[in-house]
């Protein structure tokens, strides 16, 4: 992980770097909330879309914005990109 931020409800994101995701820590469970894997699998890549269909490539840092919308860096695809995972 190269990325932790914690929200105002608790939960805990971090960017997953080697698995190309950013997954969240909500209600004791782990989360992928978008990328598709390792890079060994194809799991990296350049896609927008929902969670089922996006594709990063080693996300980096991240920070969660007041409300609830989670910024990050997709480092190999030289992006910001963002996404909010619901209440």
Do not use: E
């Amino acid at each position: 992980s190269w990325g932790v931020a914690v929200d105002k409800a608790g939960r805990v994101y971090f960017s997953d770097y080697s698995n190309c995701s950013i997954r969240v820590i909500h209600k004791l469970r782990l989360v992928t909330l978008v990328g598709q894997g390792p890079p060994n699998k194809n799991g990296c890549g350049d896609i927008d879309g929902d969670s089922s269909t996006a594709k990063l490539h080693y996300p980096y840092g991240l920070d969660v914005a007041d409300d609830g919308v989670v910024y990050f860096v997709d480092r190999q695809n030289h992006k910001v990109k963002m996404l909010h995972f619901g209440p």
